[in-house]
Structures are given as C-alpha cells and as structure tokens.
C-alpha cells in the first residue's frame, strides 16, 4: 500500500456511504495526499432486517423517533464493522485521519429546510477509534441549498480535463451528473430515478433485489403511454438546481401511474427508458457541447440500461469511470472520503452552483477520535 513505508506522507480516510438504493455500504480507503488513490474496498450489504425496517421509516408512521434512534444505532455497528474489515489486522486505527460516513437517508425534504441521514456517528467515532466526519448535507440546506449533489466537487477534483468537455453520470437509486465543461462553472443535480424504481419492480415480480444485467427490462417493450405518463412528472422539466429521492420517486408514485394494467416484464422496461430518457434530456438540455460522459454507480452493471443510454445518446462518447483510472463501484464513497478531508482541514466541499445554497460552506459535523 502507498504510504505504507512513509506514514507520515500518507492522508488515509475512509468514506463510508450507504446510498437510496438500500443495498449496503459501500467502504474505501483512500489515500489523499495527492491525487485521490484508492486503496482497499469493502462492501457490507445490509441484512435483509434491517432494508425492511428502513424501507419501513421512510413513509411516516407509529414510533418514529424511536425507530429511527434504533436504527442509528444499527447503522452504526454495521458502519464500525465495515470499517474493520477495511483495516483488516494491518491497519491501526490511528492511521486514519477520518470517516466520512454519508449516513442513511430517510428523509430528503430541502423545501421544508431538511434532510435526515441516519448512522449516529458518535457511536461510530466510539466503535473505531476514528475521528468522524457525518451530516455532511444540513449545512447547505441551512444555507439555502438542495444539500444534493455534494459528488460534483469530487468528480471536477478527479476527472475535470482542461481539453475535453466531460459529464459525470452516477446511477445509483437516483442518478445525478456533475457537468465538467472546459470553462465556467461546474453545474450537477439529479436527473431523476437510476435504479430505484426498477429495483423496487424487480423485488415484486422477479423477487430479486435487483435485475441483474437489466434481462427482465430487456425481455419487455416499452409502453409509451406509460412512459409518457411518467415523463410528465414535473420534476423532470424543473429546472437546477434540484435533488430527489426515494420521499418523491416510490412504488406509491409507481402505482398512481396506474401500471398495474400493463405486463410486468413491459413495465420494468418502460422504467429502464424512463431512467435513460431522463438522464439522456438532461443531458441534451444541461450539458451543450459534452463530447463524453463516464458512468459511476450500480446502474453501470446494468447493460440493457446502458444499451438504452447509449441509444438515446448517438454520437456520445459513454464509458465507465474506470476508463479514468476509477472503478465505477467506489467513486461515491470515494468522495466521502474526500469530504471529510475537506471538513478536517476546514475547506468548503460544495458547490454553490450546483446546490444553490447562498454560499461555499465546509460540510459536515466532527466526531473527534
Ligand atoms: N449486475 C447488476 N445488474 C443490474 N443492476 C445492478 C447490478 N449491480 C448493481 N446494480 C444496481 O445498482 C444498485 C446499487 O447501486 P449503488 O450502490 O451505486 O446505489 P446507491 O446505494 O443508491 O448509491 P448512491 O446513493 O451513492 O448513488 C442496485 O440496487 C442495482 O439496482
Ligand atoms: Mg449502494
């Protein structure tokens, strides 16, 4: 490992992130004394208990304050494990400057002036013996922000090119870009759905966490009216900055669409178009003259959803951020990482551009070790 024989060159963090789609949590190690490097990764998905008592929290209900402290606390041991099993038995805790633990969404609501990620860092800062870096996104809603995206300064940090226009796409459960052009500001929000409602349908009728490579979605055709119905959502034509998530794009939203009168596998294909539609015009709207968009997050394993992006998109230059140097499964967490070196170094992480808050704000809240 870089550092390894110099550690006092070395600028370890871990950046723990658990994203919409509830699939676990995602650990890197990076090392961030120069160009961000990755150095060890670590996926923990979630015991099936605990997807279904947050997929439970997101929709308002009994005891919610409790459940929700409960939860944090859970969220927090399986945090410290995944942070252990990163370190394995060579890595003393003391090596690590911080954690930058996104936390758990439950709530994403910047209109009424809030957001709530779950994961009691305090607990984990105890469990690690690490400095924690948490709340990174209340800050910016505080500021007059969307707290979302908070990636777009990673992905200039990574992959802005002085040369080439660039789009940053991740399609986790809701896709967001981050446009990199040759001059002016750096713009991102989120398009919309990525994988959210296709894994939501997916879980129904294949009984599957997710569709694996897209097959299901492949094997049906698209409804237009339906698609249509959906592409009328209004947050599609809003224009940045905004943000969205599961609170607004749901199998409630799903079923007032009235999909229940179309075939299932023609369903989970008309969703795979809606996801590449929405990203494809966002594109075509927001990004002029982008000669190249590298794809981030699980959506990048889902090749009857890139066939899809890739046809909406003629002529475009799409690869996976590896082609960059970064594996399309870790730049998230990666940025977390990078986050809470900026919080420790009390340097700004947003973008005002991007969040619309009324500032630069140093994001986040400190755990000290
Ligand atoms: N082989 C695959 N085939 C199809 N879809 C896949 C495959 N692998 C991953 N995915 C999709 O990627 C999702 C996980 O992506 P990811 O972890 O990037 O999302 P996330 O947790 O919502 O993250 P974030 O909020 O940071 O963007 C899965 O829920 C699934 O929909
Ligand atoms: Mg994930």
């Known amino acids: 490992m870089s550092g390894s024989t110099d550690p006092n060159s070395e600028e ?24 961000p490097k990755l150095e060890r990764t670590h996926f923990l998905p979630y015991p099936e208990s605990l997807k279904a ?7 308002p209900g009994p005891d919610e304050l409790a459940r929700s402290a409960r939860l944090g606390v859970e969220l927090a041991t399986l945090y410290a494990a995944a942070v252990e099993r990163l370190l394995q038995n060579d890595l003393r805790p003391e090596r690590i400057r911080a954690i930058g633990c996104h936390g758990q969404t439950v ?4 209109a009424e002036g809030y957001t709530l990620q779950l994961g009691n860092p305090a607990l984990l800062a105890e469990r690690s013996g690490i400095t924690v870096v948490a709340d990174f996104r209340s800050r910016d ?3 007059g922000g969307q707290g979302a995206p908070l990636v777009p300064a990673f992905h200039a940090a990574c992959f802005r090119d002085p040369r080439v226009h660039r789009v940053v796409l991740n399609i986790g459960g809701i896709a967001n870009l981050t446009d990199l052009p ?6 991102g929000f989120d398009t919309g759905p990525g994988n959210v409602l296709l894994d ?9 966490d997710f569709d694996p490579g897209g097959a299901f979605a492949g094997g049906g055709q698209v409804v237009p009216v339906l698609l249509e119905a959906a592409l009328a959502d209004s947050y599609f034509a809003r224009s940045a900055p905004k943000s969205t998530g599961r609170d607004h794009f749901n199998l409630s939203w799903l079923r007032s669409l009235g999909v229940g009168r179309y075939g299932a596998q023609d369903v989970q294909a008309t969703l795979a ?8 015009d966002a594109i075509l709207r927001c990004c002029d003259g982008a000669s190249e968009v590298f794809v981030c997050g699980g959506g990048v394993h889902n090749t009857d959803l890139q066939r899809r992006l890739h046809a909406a998109l003629p002529g475009r230059m799409i690869a996976s951020t590896e082609v960059l140097g970064i594996h399309p499964d870790w730049v998230e967490s990666m ?4 986050l809470a070196q900026r919080a420790l170094k009390g340097e700004p992480g947003s973008l005002p551009e991007v969040t619309g808050a009324a500032g630069q704000r140093v994001l986040g809240a400190i755990y000290r070790a």
């Open 53 to 59: 008592a947050l997929l439970a929290l997101h929709v």
């Open 141 to 143: 809603i505080a500021a």
């Open 182 to 187: 040759l001059e002016g500001a750096i713009t």
């Open 107 to 110: 709530r994403h609501r910047p």
């Open 273 to 280: 178009e809606l996801t590449a539609r929405t990203i494809a």
């Open 12 to 35: 370890l963090y871990i950046g723990v992130m658990s994203g919409t789609s509830l699939d676990g949590v995602d650990s890197a190690l990076v090392d961030l004394s120069g160009k």
């Open 200 to 208: 939501a349908w997916a879980r129904e009728h294949i009984g599957k």
């Open 335 to 338: 940025a977390f990482a990078w």
